[in-house]
């Protein structure tokens, strides 16, 4: 149980388009999805919260126009990448917390989605 | 402002010694403590949960402590295999928060 799958798991895009990432519980329900980002040697990064059904909270620093979040239902949620640019390059995981478990803070994450911008 | 540490060299050690795995935070007070693994290219795998309230928690050959005093914890497997090198995430968290802040992490490499 507990499966979190990401689409796709790879993207390679060229400057200046946009690219969605899908985040999906498969087997729970999740009221609340993180979107994380990892460059190469270090940690994640939490972007956002997503909560079904209202906007996301952004982390600072992260600009809510260019990484668009949609929470549609209790088991999607997806991160969009406009206008991406090189820079935009890294894995991004999201992660999703089982409704059941709202006391604890524990999160199952989904297997990453490299994106490459070119 | 909150800080999480944990050491960035990588531990190497020999197959069937138990390895040690530090944490440490400063200016926080979590409630929980999370201990995950990731694999290269690879999301985060959860693997314990300790409250504030408990000392160790143990999960056939993981065991993890929690000293709010020291603001430490530590992961520690026993007779390790070649198949536990992988990068360990600490996560502090506490109880009005949802997200998680991870620590730097710390690459484990089990020599046969």
């Known amino acids: 149980g507990a499966v979190v799958s990401q689409h796709p798991s790879w993207v390679i895009c060229k400057s200046g388009t946009s690219v969605k990432i899908e985040c999906r519980s498969l087997?729970?329900?999740?009221?609340?999805m993180f979107w994380y980002r990892q460059f190469p040697k270090q940690s994640l990064m939490l972007m956002a919260t997503s909560n079904e059904g209202s906007k996301a909270t952004y982390e600072q620093g992260v600009e809510k126009d260019k990484f668009l979040i949609n929470h549609a239902s209790l088991t999607l949620s997806t991160l969009t990448v406009t206008s991406a640019h090189p820079e935009d390059s890294s894995f991004y995981i999201c992660?999703?917390?089982?409704?059941?478990?709202?006391?604890?803070?524990?999160?199952?994450f989904g297997p990453g989605t490299r994106l490459t911008v070119t | 402002s909150q800080k999480i540490e944990q050491n960035s060299e990588a531990l190497n050690i020999q197959e069937g010694k138990t390895a040690t795995l530090t944490c440490n935070y400063t200016n926080y007070s979590p409630a929980y403590l999370q201990w995950y693994r990731q694999d290269p290219g690879r999301g985060p795998v959860f693997l314990l949960l300790i409250r504030e309230n408990e000392k160790e928690k143990r999960k056939e050959r993981l065991k993890v402590t929690f000293d709010t005093t020291l603001k430490q914890s530590l992961f520690h497997i026993t007779a390790s295999q070649p198949a536990d090198s992988a990068t360990y995430l600490c996560a502090p968290s506490n109880n009005a928060g949802n997200m998680l802040t991870f620590g730097g992490g710390t690459r484990l490499m089990v020599k046969p």
């Open positions: 992660s999703a917390r089982d409704r059941r478990l709202a006391g604890t803070n524990e999160q199952y």
């Open positions: 087997d729970f329900q999740a009221t609340t």
